[in-house]
């Protein structure tokens, strides 16, 4: 349920509508908008609080929301949310594009993809020192060390960066290190993970199951909310379909129905959703026009030795730099700004 206030209403009167709220042993979220405030009840509420609150001077309405996740859900906070960390906003008028390697390789090969992901004016290094394979006999990352590289790389560059935690107990060693926190597809449904998750503020790019649905996705999204830890951004990267063509089928519909469903930055991913490297471009600019607030793009100097098999869907260097350009071009006409050439980021 959710009570919208009337306009102007003072910040006293909404203390007082909280506390009559959660006087009945429920949650009361406030989300503040331009000119109205969303009150979103939590919990197993009396029937007779809708009415209560129906009669109490300043609520204009109260809504009953059947969605079962609610945090995550535009009703209960209309205006989107734009994640700023430190400098770079995520959800807002600029396009964020995060570029680099599948894995961390070693301190050379990070170092000189963050050159050429700055170069380009990318404001995210992506690569994984925890790497969840199909197999258990393939590569599985370099690990801790490799969040070492990685973290030097996006300082010296002048990035910030996202890595993938795939464990409960790596949670704060992959925070300490990275600057996003990515839960990949098959982990969408690791509770345990996501719940460890909302008990830090790190921001969190939360990856669709690649068979999930939007209510599932957006109820995964919920326990990180839930926990406490507002910065999460949702990242379409494929789904299974019958189609054995393409890795996975790029759901671009998902964007604007997430957008619709939820206030949270939504990142497309053409690279897993893909797999093929001469798809990647014009699926990315396909993303931006379908209202996506960022990338996740591989890219890699020698895609054919990469340690993972993502090499195949890597961009080379000079494609990701070209893709850059023709995003700045793209950017405007899809309500977005982009700019290859920036000042530099003090990370
Ligand atoms: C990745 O980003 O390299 C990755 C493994 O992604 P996903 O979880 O989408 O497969
Ligand atoms: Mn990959």
Same mark, same amino acid.
Request: charged letters at 20%; one cysteine or more.
């Given at each position: 349920?959710?009570?919208?206030?009337?306009?102007?209403? !003072? *910040?006293?009167?909404?203390?007082?509508?909280?506390?009559?709220?959660?006087?009945?042993?429920?949650?009361?979220?406030?989300?503040?908008?331009?000119d109205? =405030?969303?009150?979103?009840?939590?919990?197993?509420a009396?029937? $007779?609080?809708?009415e209560?609150?129906?009669?109490?001077s300043?609520?204009?309405?109260?809504?009953k929301? !059947?969605?079962? +996740?609610?945090?995550?859900s535009?009703?209960?906070?209309? *205006?989107?949310?734009?994640?700023?960390?430190?400098?770079?906003?995520i959800?807002?008028?600029?396009?964020?594009i995060?570029?680099?390697?599948?894995?961390?390789e !070693?301190?050379?090969?990070i170092?000189e993809?963050?050159?050429?992901v &700055?170069?380009a004016?990318?404001?995210?290094l992506r690569?994984?020192?925890?790497k969840?394979?199909?197999g258990?006999?393939?590569?599985?990352?370099?690990?801790?060390?490799?969040l070492?590289?990685?973290?030097?790389?996006?300082?010296?560059?002048g990035?910030?960066?996202?890595?993938?935690?795939?464990?409960?107990?790596?949670v704060d060693?992959?925070?300490e290190?990275?600057?996003?926190?990515?839960?990949?597809?098959?982990?969408m449904?690791?509770?345990?993970l996501?719940?460890k998750?909302?008990?830090?503020? =790190?921001?969190?790019?939360?990856?669709?199951?690649?068979?999930s649905? +939007?209510?599932?996705?957006?109820?995964?999204?919920e +326990?990180i909310?839930?926990g406490?830890? @507002?910065?999460?951004?949702l990242?379409?990267?494929?789904i299974?379909?019958?189609?054995?063509y =393409?890795?996975n089928?790029?759901?671009l519909?998902?964007?604007?129905?997430l957008?619709?469903l939820?206030?949270?930055?939504?990142?497309?991913?053409p690279?897993h959703?893909?797999?093929?490297r001469?798809?990647?471009?014009?699926?990315? $600019?396909?993303?931006?026009?379908?209202?996506?607030?960022?990338?996740?793009?591989?890219?890699? =100097?020698? @895609? *054919?030795?990469?340690?993972?098999g993502?090499?195949?869907?890597?961009?080379? @260097?000079?494609?990701?730099?070209?893709?850059l350009?023709?995003?700045? &071009?793209?950017?405007?006409?899809?309500g977005k700004t982009?700019?290859?050439?920036k000042?530099?980021?003090?990370?």
């Open positions: 349920m959710i009570a919208v206030t009337s306009n102007q209403v !003072s *910040d006293e009167r909404i203390a007082e509508i909280v506390r009559h709220i959660e006087k009945q042993g429920v949650q009361a979220h406030v989300s503040k908008g331009t109205r =405030t969303v009150i979103g009840i939590i919990g197993k009396d029937p $007779k609080l809708a209560q609150l129906r009669q109490m300043g609520i204009e309405n109260v809504i929301i !059947s969605k079962s +996740y609610k945090l995550a535009r009703d209960f906070h209309p *205006d989107n949310t734009v994640i700023n960390i430190k400098g770079v906003e959800g807002g008028s600029e396009l964020v995060m570029g680099g390697p599948c894995a961390v !070693s301190p050379e090969q170092d993809i963050a050159r050429l &700055k170069a004016g990318g404001q995210v690569g994984g020192a925890f969840p394979r199909t258990p006999y393939s590569f599985q990352g370099v690990g801790v060390e490799g070492e590289m990685m973290a030097e790389a996006g300082k010296k560059h990035l910030l960066t996202i890595t993938e935690v795939m464990t409960p107990e790596y060693v992959c925070a290190h990275a600057d996003i926190l990515q839960v990949g597809t098959r982990n449904q690791n509770f345990d996501l719940r998750l909302g008990t830090i503020q =790190t921001p969190v790019l939360l990856k669709r199951g690649f068979s649905t +939007y209510d599932e996705f957006l109820n995964a999204a +326990y909310l839930a406490g830890n @507002p910065n999460v951004m990242c379409e990267r494929g299974r379909t019958f189609e054995t =393409t890795r089928t790029l759901d519909t998902a964007i604007p129905v957008h619709q939820s206030h949270l930055p939504v990142i497309s991913d690279s959703g893909t797999g093929r001469e798809l990647v471009e014009t699926m990315c $600019k396909a993303s931006v026009a379908a209202g996506a607030d960022g990338l996740i793009v591989e890219m890699h =100097t020698d @895609p *054919d030795n990469s340690m993972t993502d090499g195949v869907q890597s961009l080379f @260097p000079d494609q990701f730099a070209k893709l350009q023709d995003l700045e &071009k793209l950017a405007p006409l899809c982009f700019e290859t050439k000042e530099p980021l003090h990370v």
